[in-house]
């Protein structure tokens, strides 16, 4: 069974790239025979199995737009587990008992329920009682099995996770140093509750089960092992774990220590729990733990050092972020010198000054912080000018943290992170552009505002002359700009780099506006945020960027040099405007549900995955079914219309 799972999960990504290449891309990396005879495999073991994994190719699952995550009650509250930063502790605590000892993930916890073989609900661990349901997204992670061969009812708690390989992947498709992410379990947290469904996939979200709960009628001979070992047999991947006793435990903690470098799975801790599940819960919990399992947090490596001096680093949004840098330490098997402070109000609490002696670590074993300043000789020599343009700085303060930040609308630092933003792939996708090319070009005075970009012709001499530049290297970028020049709407908008505003922002500004720019950049407070998705922030964003003379000379210089594609706006496009649809059951004019959710935002009108009081219609084809969303529908008295009703609408 085991060796089934395994090859399953190995067919069906290598089956999903083959049919993304073929049809997405319009090359073939596998024969059509190959392809069909590898679907026939799968078809077969999921079959045999009666297991189907998420992204299965056999199965045509589409995604679901919400416009808000249900919450619901667990029924049992979600505890956290004591802790405990030493071995002996742990020993003490496991006594004569046999334990599993397993790494305590950091992501995001979730419980699944499967009833009948199939999963039906998916909701977050929340606030340890109430939880927000994201069963939809939870299809679209990439190895949990949307159906399984046990029958009955199943709950089980595992952790959603990001490993550290997909958030590098990630991060390195971010052009801009303020977007990219702080660490794996907020893009985790982020991406598990989309509203978005199809985000949640391309984030390659992971899950691994930590906890069965409930499993109706399986003998599990009192042995949580057992039910690790039956959950992998349902198509579960399971955390990595090891059977303890008392006297091998230290070995066992020292091993987990020892893998944290190559784990590729973000992890702040292990998880010790008793393998007798009677005796276990036999101990029963307090106001605050239970008392089955504790957590050990690692020990810190501490080093001390002197501090050399802070670094000023600005970004394209004029932040200037401090970073200590210190006389070179050995931790956790790897030299530092340097670790982010993250703004002046840290730098204040920890009253940090050049030659002060302090304590350094690993937080998780990994990312360099300081932990203590032993001399305190106080916050000084904050500049008052941009280490990169010589500007005026200010500190400012949001809330409770202050932060330092460049006033010179022309810093460098902020050409340089705008310019790699705007020629970036989603915005007007220039390639031969990159960060360090800008910076040459910028130095070398090619480019002052982006319809320089366009003009880079006129310093071909001394383009092909430059260090890393040739004759090709000139012809290829010059054709690539010539590219660039016949853009979208919401490419150029998004390039613009008006912060908070990112390409499915620009989307929805230029559909809401019928695509008439001149529109959207006379736009007030109150219509910008009539547009779904556009709350107060950024609409006072778009408007300080408009009311900007510089900002417009700006955009009005770019113009001359674009070739926007004009939009197709149908006189009977906005026909939905200010309704919204829900969409159940299977659909019959439509390839799927994507496809009609599509025709529905083309025509001015929302579609989301739950009834609720703002909904105008639910469209199912079986309109007297007892399905909860049609009782739903009645309770609330939401019309419910067939495909051919929506269609004469139309």
């Known amino acids: 069974m085991e060796n089934k799972i395994l090859r399953m999960k190995e067919l069906v990504p290598l089956l999903r790239e083959a049919a993304k290449a073929y049809y997405q891309e319009s090359r073939e990396i596998m024969s059509n025979f190959e392809y069909d005879k590898l679907y026939d495999e799968l078809l077969s073991l999921e ?15 589409g995604y679901e737009v919400l416009s808000e995550l249900p919450k619901e009650t667990h029924e049992s509250p979600m505890l956290s587990l004591d802790k405990t930063k030493s071995v ?3 020993q003490e605590w496991l006594g004569g008992q046999k334990g599993l000892l397993s790494w305590k993930m950091d992501g995001l916890t979730i419980v699944l329920t499967y009833e009948n073989g199939g999963l039906i609900k998916a ?12 069963t939809s997204n939870a299809r679209a992670f990439s190895n949990i099995p949307l159906n399984i061969a046990y029958k009955g009812q199943l709950i089980l708690r595992g952790e959603a996770v990001i490993t550290y390989s997909d958030f590098n992947r990630i991060n390195e498709e971010i052009k801009e140093l303020d977007a990219k992410y702080k660490n794996p379990r907020n893009l985790c947290s982020g991406s598990v509750r989309q509203l978005n469904s199809q985000i949640t996939a391309e984030r390659n979200v992971h899950f691994e089960a930590f906890a069965l709960v409930k499993a109706e009628g399986v003998d599990f001979g009192n042995s949580r092992k057992n039910q690790f070992e039956w959950l992998k047999s349902q198509g579960f991947e399971v955390v990595r774990y090891e059977e303890v006793t008392r006297d091998s435990l230290p070995a066992a903690v020292e091993g987990f220590a020892k893998a944290v470098e190559t784990n ?3 992890s702040d801790g292990l998880v010790l729990i008793f393998d007798d599940i009677a005796y276990g819960e036999s101990l029963g919990r307090t106001a605050k733990f239970p008392r089955n399992s504790i957590a050990f947090k690692w020990q810190d490596e501490i080093r001390e050092t002197t501090l050399s001096y802070i670094e000023w680093s600005p970004s394209r949004t004029g932040l200037i972020n401090p970073v200590a840098v210190f006389e070179p330490v050995e931790l956790e098997g790897t030299t530092v010198s340097r670790a982010s402070v993250h703004n002046i109000s840290i730098m204040e609490a920890l009253e940090l000054g050049t030659g002060d002696t302090v304590t350094v670590y690993k937080a998780n074993m990994i990312i360099p912080q300081i932990a203590d300043n032993l001399t305190r000789s106080g916050v000084r020599d904050i500049p008052e000018k941009c280490p990169v343009c010589g500007g005026a700085t200010e500190i400012r303060q949001l809330g409770d943290v202050k932060s330092l930040y460049c006033t010179n609308p022309g810093c460098q630092a902020k050409k340089i992170k705008s310019f790699t933003l705007f020629v970036s792939r989603d915005a007007l996708n220039i390639d031969g552009l990159s960060e360090a090319t800008l910076e040459k070009f910028i130095g070398a005075g090619f480019i002052h505002s982006y319809a320089d970009i366009f003009h880079l012709e006129d310093h071909r001499e001394s383009i092909v002359e430059m260090e890393g530049f040739g004759q090709k290297s000139y012809d290829n970028l010059i054709a690539s700009i010539k590219t660039a020049s016949h853009t979208t709407l919401p490419r150029l908008v998004y390039g613009l780099g008006i912060p908070g505003i990112g390409l499915a922002n620009a989307k929805m500004l230029c559909r809401e506006f019928s695509y008439d720019f001149d529109a959207m950049r006379r736009a007030d407070m109150d219509e910008l945020t009539a547009v779904d998705g556009i709350g107060g922030v950024l609409a006072q964003a778009w408007m300080d960027y408009f009311a900007s003379e510089a900002s417009n000379r700006e955009v009005d210089g770019l113009l001359k040099e674009l070739d926007i594609e004009k939009e197709q706006v149908e006189e009977t496009e906005a026909i939905f405007a200010g309704m919204t649809f829900v969409i159940t059951g299977s659909v019959e004019h439509f390839a799927n549900r994507k496809e009609l959710t599509a025709l529905i935002e083309s025509k001015g009108g929302k579609a989301t995955g739950s009834v609720t009081a703002k909904t105008t219609y639910l469209i199912n084809n079986d309109v007297t079914s007892n399905s909860s969303k049609n009782k739903k529908a009645k309770e609330l008295g939401v019309p419910i219309i067939s495909e051919e009703e929506f269609l004469r609408m139309l």
């Not at 079959?47 to 699952?61: A, D, F, L, N």
């Not at 929340?126 to 927000?132: A, D, F, H, P, R």
């Open 123 to 134: 909701v977050t661990r929340g606030n340890g009682e109430i939880g927000e349901v994201i």
């Open 88 to 90: 002996e502790d742990l």
């Open 264 to 266: 590729d799975i973000p």
């Open 47 to 61: 079959e045999e199995t009666g297991i189907v994994m998420s992204g299965s190719p056999t199965r045509q699952v």
